[in-house]
């Protein structure tokens, strides 16, 4: 893109930055429709397993419900409690929303199509995802309430948990791809079985690992059935107690950023990002952009079926399912993946 801007006459940088906005542009925007459009989706398939209708008033087949609510939110009034630490409470929704979009900036949308193509793309993420907790801690904090305050304190003990597993199960994938950079991981998934299956997934040493990863991604997204931080039953509506209009509105978009950004994890780091499922030329005539949303379409669908059948867990089954039984497999699966590619002659 940035080519194209200097054939018009425009210097390098200028060119450099103009491409480069355009860019973040082309990722946001279509973002913030999607998370529009999935959490209708959440909703209609919550409401297909209950047995109920869910949206269907607001536009055709209820899809402009989430315009609407975003419209009421916005028509809102912005209450901040007289207690509460002003600057603090209004940064900590913004500091959600932001960090939820800069994440996106190394997801491999196809083979060229990606706005920072940096060596240590996956560094970058797991970076940028540990800082998601600020949001929520300072949010907790600042709004000078024990409710609030209790679901902070339960968010960073959780991220911190499963952070940490986390990092284990990437170790292995990096191990295999030999490389930080998200683009290499992807092409590595290439014919990766048998010369004919694309993805991670069908590794028997890494099909746990994916399990794994999917499990904490939904703890690290604070998404049911690892929701603590929201647990109406003991803390109302947790961290966002006291957030109301456009402050509540980032959080949510945050939430389901953050969902969408660890889909995308899934099927990047797991199922072959843009690569088709098999390796067959026919399948590649498909653009790498449709198969990698089908597969986080996939994977949000997955998120939303547990959301609307599993129970929540109570909170020393939690931090017990992350530091008792993912700590520990996670590294044991480090030595068997790094001594089964040692023998192999992998590293040669």
């Known amino acids: 893109m940035t080519s194209f801007f200097q054939s018009l006459g425009l210097p390098y940088e200028w060119a450099w930055g103009i491409a480069t906005v ?3 542009l082309l990722i946001a925007l279509p973002l913030m429709l999607g998370v529009a459009m999935i959490i209708y ?3 209609k398939i919550w409401a297909a397993m209950a047995l109920r209708r869910g949206p269907n008033v607001v536009g ?3 899809l402009l419900q989430s315009f609407a609510d975003g419209l009421k939110v916005f028509l809102q009034e ?4 007289s207690a509460a630490n002003k600057g603090l409470f209004l940064l900590a929704p913004i500091i959600t929303f932001t960090v939820a979009l800069l994440a996106w900036a190394v997801i491999p949308f196809n083979s060229g199509a990606i706005l920072a193509d940096i060596n240590v793309g996956l560094l970058y993420v797991l970076a940028i995802s540990s800082l998601g907790v600020y949001g929520t801690v300072i949010a907790g904090w600042s709004s000078n309430s024990k409710y609030p305050f209790f679901s902070a304190m339960r968010a960073s003990a959780q991220m911190i948990s499963y952070e940490v597993s986390i990092g284990f199960i990437l170790i292995c994938v990096v191990l295999w791809a030999g490389s ?5 991981i992807v092409e590595a998934q290439r014919g990766h079985v048998f010369g004919l299956i694309n993805g991670f997934v069908a590794n028997p040493l890494l099909f746990p690992m994916w399990v794994m990863f999917l499990i904490s991604g939904m703890a690290e997204t604070q998404r049911a059935p690892f929701d603590l931080t929201e647990a109406e039953s003991e803390l109302v509506a947790g961290y966002q107690t006291e957030y109301s209009s456009m402050s509540f509105a980032l959080y949510w978009l945050g939430e389901y950023a953050n969902v969408l950004l660890m889909c995308a994890l899934n099927a990047t780091l797991f199922f072959g990002g843009y690569l088709p499922p098999l390796d ?3 399948l590649y005539l498909v653009p790498g952009v449709v198969w990698l949303l089908a597969k986080i379409l996939f994977f949000f669908f997955v998120f939303s079926w547990v959301k609307a059948t599993v129970p929540r867990y109570r909170y020393d ?3 017990r399912l ?3 039984v993912f700590l520990p497999v996670s590294l044991l699966w480090v030595f068997l993946v790094s001594g089964y590619l040692m023998l192999t002659g992998h590293f040669a």
């Not at 912005?78 to 409690?81: A, D, E, N, R």
């Not at 930080?180 to 290499?184: A, E, H, I, Q």
Request: proline share 11%; net charge positive.
């Open 180 to 184: 930080f950079n998200m683009k290499d």
């Open 41 to 43: 989706a959440d909703r």
């Open 317 to 319: 089954q939690l931090m």
């Open 60 to 62: 055709p087949w209820g």
């Open 280 to 282: 067959i030329p026919v």
């Open 22 to 24: 355009c860019g973040i």
């Open 78 to 81: 912005t209450i901040i409690p």
């Open 322 to 324: 992350g530091w008792k």
